[in-house]
């Protein structure tokens, strides 16, 4: 879905893009709850399916209401175009894989959610693309050595999950440019507290599942573009865009979509046609009502973030305390670059007791809830150790940078006061353990 560039504040955006109805229309985004659309001749259905007009034929590629909260996020970004999917995992493999074939590399950030570091490291490595992924703190020569001549995308997560680095997206741009495309996941700050695109890289991606949504109601995905790409300066690197798709009668994306419109015409058009992890219009609904008090919600998240990780830091129980907003942590100048107003909701934290600590802990919270989400309304936190990690040992899971009594904290919207009295009082039981 095309969109213009963003002319209103975040809030605005946040609330009235997207969407624009008419006289005597729906105020709210309507549901467009129907697999197909009817036309009255072949012509005009033939014209659809050629790319020569737009239009809806079936909801496996676009439906009506998808194009209009993807509009919404496209502006939030400050991209040209946009698509939603099912799920984050189904943004990041499509906006891959729109680069990509059997023979292609790329070059990923090794802070990483888990799910795409697996995505990259073994699905997309059984389809013959291989992935050589960096530190996010490499320098810039470092960084550059990792290309290669079928290299075809860089990749990188604005805030990683759950490790909390902060990428030096301006320096990964300034790289990637010398060859391709960067494409930085977006989901932990929002385009609230961090926009990409006005630090160089070239598609966003979103779990929208997370902030966007951000009362754990719907599964979705979204792939921004910024629309600055120059597909036809790198043809020989990108033919899937810069010469004749036979699936297509022969179209040229970048030819007749241009820089603005050829990523996401192609990645829909090709590639959700083939694959299909479309978005339901019902999840893009309940997205959209997420999107209109997002401004509102992030700072708060931030706001609870911050106090959370000053008590925990503060506490005899707790070895260290994982979050860019402190200033001992190793982000934290680059997080005022990046992130000024603040990251997100999620902290992370070790206990000296280990398992037998983070264990008693887990099981004295009251109000903060046991969760494998993250970046909800509601606070809930998660140790590896014993729960998505639970079959590796302790020497295991040290080596794997995730130690027994680590615990993931995501701090929703409830009063601070509030979640610091549980926080106490859970620690207080695995000061019990550690005894």
């Known amino acids: 879905m095309e ?215 719907a599964l979705g995905g979204a792939i921004v573009d910024s629309g600055r790409f120059d597909w036809m300066a790198h043809k020989d690197k990108f033919p899937g865009l810069t010469t004749p798709d036979e699936s297509y009668h022969g179209i040229v994306y970048a030819e007749k979509f241009g820089r603005e419109g050829a990523f996401i015409t192609k990645a829909t058009s090709q590639l959700m046609r083939d694959l299909g992890p479309m978005q339901s219009p019902q999840n893009a609904f309940y997205l959209n009502l997420g999107l209109e008090s997002l401004h509102v919600r992030m700072p708060r998240h931030v706001e609870n973030a911050q106090a959370c990780a000053e008590f925990l830091e503060a506490q005899p129980e707790v070895t260290f305390v994982n979050y860019p907003g402190l200033p001992g942590n190793r982000y934290y100048e680059r997080a005022k670059k990046y992130l000024p107003h603040g990251g997100c909701g999620v902290v992370t934290f070790e206990l000296r007791g280990g398992r037998p600590a983070a264990e008693a802990f887990m099981k004295q919270l009251r109000l903060i809830a046991i969760e494998t989400h993250v970046a909800d309304a509601r606070s809930c936190c998660l140790n590896p150790a014993t729960s998505t990690h639970r079959q590796l040992t302790d020497e295991q899971l040290k080596e794997a940078g995730v130690p027994a009594g680590l615990i993931r904290l995501s701090c929703g919207l409830e009063d601070k006061e509030d979640l610091i009295r549980d926080l106490r009082q859970a620690l207080d039981a695995a000061g019990r353990a550690m005894a």
């Not at 496209?74 to 984050?88: F, P, V, Y």
């Not at 932990?188 to 979103?206: L, Q, S, Y």
Request: proline share 5%.
């Open 3 to 217: 969109q213009n560039q963003r002319t209103n504040g975040i809030g605005t955006d946040c609330v009235q893009a997207g969407y624009h109805p008419g006289n005597g229309e729906p105020r709210e985004v309507p549901i467009y709850q129907s697999t197909t659309f009817k036309y009255d001749t072949s012509e005009d259905m033939g014209k659809l399916f050629d790319l020569q007009a737009s239009g809806y034929f079936y909801s496996r590629l676009q439906n009506p209401t998808n194009d209009y909260v993807a509009a919404k996020i496209a502006a939030l970004e400050g991209g040209t175009a946009a698509m939603l999917t099912a799920s984050g995992q189904a943004a990041n493999f499509l906006a891959l894989f729109n680069l990509c074939e059997a023979g292609s590399h790329v070059v990923a950030s090794s802070s990483i959610y888990g799910g795409t570091f697996n995505l990259l490291n073994v699905t997309m490595k059984k389809m013959g693309i291989s992935c050589t992924f960096v530190s996010p703190d490499a320098a810039e020569e470092e960084l550059d050595a990792a290309f290669q001549d079928n290299t075809r995308a860089m990749f990188g997560e604005t805030i990683a999950n759950p490790a909390l680095t902060v990428l030096d997206i301006s320096l990964f741009a300034k790289v990637a440019h010398a060859h391709v495309p960067l494409i930085v996941d977006n989901t932990f700050p929002t385009p609230v507290n961090c926009r990409p695109f006005e630090w160089g890289a070239d598609i966003v991606t979103h779990s929208t599942t997370k902030y966007m949504d951000g009362h754990g109601a």
